[in-house]
């Protein structure tokens, strides 16, 4: 059945039913806004946290490669990662649906399936939202609302000379994957347990909300944000915002076995592509340098994993990547620009070049 | 210029550059997630709101009608008339762009500029918001936040047989708009004061913000929702969540002048356009008998407008209107269904029979 012979409103009757609550929720699905009782426990000492991403079929999700339970996950998720790099607990979503009206139901009973799931882990309640019809792609918008404690609230804007740069998780999975997907060359030989589990980085992004807030708590984050637009860009907007430079030490990425059996098959260096992997959603952060063994220790709390890859300059040192001949080369922070035609995604290879012996200082 | 060419975070600085905050605004554009201070005002006497509501071009807003001045309002303003149909207080907004590549920077331009100017009518923050690149047309997501006093929230649930139904405002003029912009007979003699004047309230929807506290703090009002799916539509929401019936004196309904001439030139009743038109955005609300005066006194204290149009009765009386010669006539409340194919808006005359003898109370 299509969606315009269900109509809207069976539509969201039946994305709805029996939809897990909080006991927070006053008035959830089915108003004209939700209702969230902030009681005691959101007043004087906490801060509200609200973000909202959108996932565009053919942008940032494919139908080719992810099932709609996947689709579902993602869109959530890159929302979860939102208030994990804050410090925060994700607590109620909202979900805007714009979908053409010739899509079948079950897709969207398959996405709404996956999103379900993934906030029934995190004790998130899916607390309102929207269906549009549009004569564009699937989009799913989502906004996500949490807390944080004041005390530990953390922004892109702290970070300082000094600091470690540490990162959660492994990166350049999932454009390993993509690129896998649309654009291996004709002769190359993929892997495929390599590709499978890439894949799953691609469709299923794993938000780092326990981590973030373990790590916040430890007190010595001083800056911190979740890698959407690739390590590099990303790291170029903590030093933008915090008024730092940074440099990463390539050699130490944290890159899988299968990410690098995958960027072989692809002709591709891993660690570059790790460095300029726009959809990883892992956590970046800087660390007071004493603060750096309880940092990982929190992390590795928490059932995650950590790992030091750099840190923080000064300014005018900008942003620089020392490769493993120990040469430091500036970095092009573009990261990814969701507006700019991407033939391919970037490669660290398009953006780096020899830093200039004027500005460079070598350690 | 182009969107492709400007880039992402250059339209983000341009379009938040000098965005008015709130001091409640602890962090906004520019990290991972706004941070809202809820200090000591949200604590445990109040709730938060939350909303979101798309507007699609083509589907919600037409490019050859309103500029994008009217487009940055509207979005805005149904998102607000949400909130304001919980009795809320509008806060604080996020805006999530979805926009084809090759669109003009000025019109976002203009987009923003008219979210910007209704935000600051309304001492709403702009918090945070995505800008996503689509093949689709151009769509703008608003998420809107508010509180609502525990003790104030009005939902749809509450109408007891015996309220009245109160309506803000005038209805009719946003469907009698579209239908001379799209559906006009050739020879069709359209007033044109009467076509800017229905062409305003289309484009520029009023959010009751003020008359929604006002109604909500008067402590009379048993249920309440914006008027987005027709009044129709709308009341047999209120019916369905409150478990009533309702009868709509067609005759009371308030339709202005310019209405009934638009509606007169295209060969239709003002009074059914008025009873189906999709987009008013006024307050619906149910009033219990002894606190009619009070409301309306609420709402012209705060320099609006409402009109009494019918009662709330026993549920298995069903959603009903009382035409001009005294006859009452079963109503389908099916409203504006938003993924149904719509040849044309809803027109009472398909939607309305003679409701059966049996069935029928007459008074």
Not at 19 to 41: F, I, K, Q, Y
Not at 105 to 119: K, N, P, Q
Not at 178 to 205: C, H, K, S, W
Request: net charge negative.
């Amino acid at each position: 059945m299509r969606l315009d012979d269900l109509g809207e409103f069976p539509l969201i009757e039946r994305l709805t039913a029996g939809l897990e609550s909080r006991t927070d929720v006053a008035l959830g699905v089915g108003d004209d806004a939700a209702a969230l009782d902030l009681g005691h426990d959101l007043g004087a000492d906490h801060l509200l946290l609200a973000t909202c991403d959108a996932q565009v079929e053919g942008t940032h999700f494919l139908t080719s490669v992810a099932t709609p339970e996947e689709i579902g996950h993602k869109a959530l998720a890159v929302n979860l990662s939102d208030i994990a790099a804050m410090g925060g607990e994700p607590l109620w979503a909202l979900v805007s649906l714009l979908a053409p009206p010739d899509l079948e139901v079950t897709t969207l009973d398959g996405v709404y399936s996956g999103m379900r799931a993934l906030a029934r882990r995190f004790n998130v309640a899916l607390v309102g939202g929207n269906v549009s019809s549009t004569p564009g792609p699937l989009t799913l918008d989502v906004t996500a609302l949490g807390r944080v404690s004041r005390q530990r609230l953390v922004t892109r804007a702290g970070a300082r000379p000094g600091d470690r740069l540490l990162v959660t998780g492994r990166l350049g999975a999932a454009v390993a994957a993509l690129l896998a997907f649309t654009a291996a060359p004709p002769d190359a030989a993929i892997p495929t347990e390599a590709l499978a589990e890439a894949r799953r980085a691609m469709v299923t992004p794993q938000p780092r909300v326990r981590e973030g807030m373990a790590l916040a708590a430890t007190g010595q984050v001083t800056a911190m944000l979740d890698i959407s637009d690739g390590l590099a860009g990303d790291l170029g907007h903590i030093c933008q915002r915090s008024g730092v430079g940074a440099i990463i030490e390539l050699a130490a990425l944290p890159v899988d076995a299968s990410t690098r059996a995958l960027a072989l098959a692809l002709g591709r260096d891993p660690l570059r592509l790790a460095l300029t992997s726009g959809d990883d959603y892992e956590l970046l952060c800087a660390v007071r340098p004493e603060g750096v063994a309880a940092a990982l220790e929190a992390v590795r709390a928490v059932g995650g994993s950590a790992t030091i890859i750099g840190e923080i300059t000064a300014p005018e040192e900008g942003l620089r990547v020392r490769a493993q001949n120990g040469a430091l080369l500036a970095v092009d922070a573009r990261g990814w620009d969701h507006l700019r035609p991407h033939d391919q995604p970037p490669d660290a290879k398009t953006d780096m070049g020899e830093q200039s012996a004027g500005s460079g200082a070598r350690s």
